[in-house]
Every structure is written in C-alpha cells, then in structure tokens.
C-alpha cells in the first residue's frame, strides 16, 4: 500500500473522490481522499495483487471529480511524479538429492534435483515454479520442470564420456519472482564398457598372392 496527497490550487470539495495508483501505467489501486485541513486531501491506496520483481515505475493519479455541489467548481485531474520501486527476486537454493557416482558408458541414468525458497509465499503471489537444468561439466544436458514441491526429476540422461561432475540449475520462474541458483557439483566417473574381439578366418590355408 501507498498514500497519497492531493492538493487544491482553489476552492472545491473532493472529498470521497477516488484516486488511483498506476504501476507500469496500469491501475493497481484506488483509494478515496479525505481531507486533512489546509486545502489538502489524503488517502490509503492499497494495492489490489503482488508486484512482480523487478523494476516498476509508480505513478500517483487524480482523475479529476465533480462534487455535483451547485457553484462548487470542479477538480481538475493531475498526477505524481514517477517514482521508480525496485522489488528483488526472493533468493533460492538449488541442491542435487540423486545422482550416480559412477554410471557405465551411453548407459541411461535418472538423477533428481530439489530448489527451495526461504520466501512465505502469501496467498496471490506465484509459487516456486519453472524449470531446471543438468549440467555436465557446465554444459546443458537436460532441462526438466519443477514439481509443486520444488523437485524435478531428469530422466533417461546419458552423460557423455569424460564428464567428471555434474550439477543443477534452477532457471528461474515465468514471472520473474525467484532468483536462479546452483548446486555445488556431484562427482561422477563415466567408465569405459568392456568389449570382446573375436577373429574369423574364411579359410585356414590359401595360396600366395591369394
């Protein structure tokens, strides 16, 4: 919530009048004016939903009113100067619960991830949601979303060979509320898959040059 003063240059009566606050020149509020003395009129404009983070300009504005009183001139409309409010992301923090140490070669494996905000999520604002990703080495192996709880699960992955750690990502959610975050890094030795080699002759004695 906000308040706000408006101020008459000349006689008139705005009392009950609404007036309104703008965040990004839309209408997120509205309050209603009650006079204070001294020309002057003030109001408690309560915000009607949760602001996403980021960085918002807020504007005041007084559409005009007209009391109806006979000879009682009308208010003419006028509006604050922007004021810029910062909302930061609500940290978070990103942890794999499930991984291999040790995986064979082109073998599929699951490993699970699990992203967790301090933030209390009041009733109106968006929860943790999004998507993370596994990465080996650092670089992209699967994205996947998060489940209602903040898990997230990567499914049938093959690490190339060579990887030596493997770590998760959490990418933030659609509106923007949530910082990413990353986890510390997991071991993992990709092993070599053992292999036979067989020969076979078509003939067991040939003549030369053949």
């Known amino acids: 919530s906000l308040t ?7 006689p008139s009566f705005i009392m009950g009048a609404p007036i309104n606050v703008l965040v990004d020149g839309v209408v997120e509020g509205t309050g209603v004016l009650i006079y204070i003395g001294e020309g002057k009129y003030w109001a408690l404009i ?4 949760y602001i996403s983070a980021g960085t918002h300009d807020v504007v005041v504005s007084f559409p005009g009113y007209s009391s109806g009183i006979p000879f009682v001139q009308d208010a003419l409309p006028s509006a604050s100067q922007p004021m810029t409010l910062t909302i930061e ?3 978070t923090t990103t942890e794999i ?12 494996t699951d490993v699970t991830a699990q992203v967790t905000s301090n933030r209390v999520v009041p009733s109106g604002m968006s929860t943790l949601d ?7 080495d650092g670089e992209t192996l699967a994205t996947a979303a998060l489940a209602a709880d903040g898990s997230v699960a990567f499914d049938d992955v093959v690490v190339p060979f ?3 750690e493997l770590s998760a990502e959490y ?5 923007g509320n949530y910082a990413v975050s990353a986890s510390d890094p997991s071991p ?3 092993t070599e898959l053992a292999t036979d080699t067989d020969l076979t002759l078509s003939a067991t004695q040939v003549r030369a040059g053949d």
């Open 4 to 10: 706000a003063t408006v101020t008459l240059d000349g």
């Open 46 to 49: 309560p915000m009607t939903r």
């Open 89 to 91: 992301q609500a940290s």
């Open 97 to 108: 619960t499930s991984a291999p140490a040790s995986v064979p070669a082109f073998t599929p």
């Open 130 to 136: 999004g998507s993370a990703a596994l990465l080996a």
């Open 162 to 164: 060579g990887t030596t």
């Open 171 to 175: 990418l933030g959610d659609e509106a």
């Open 188 to 190: 993992i030795e990709v």
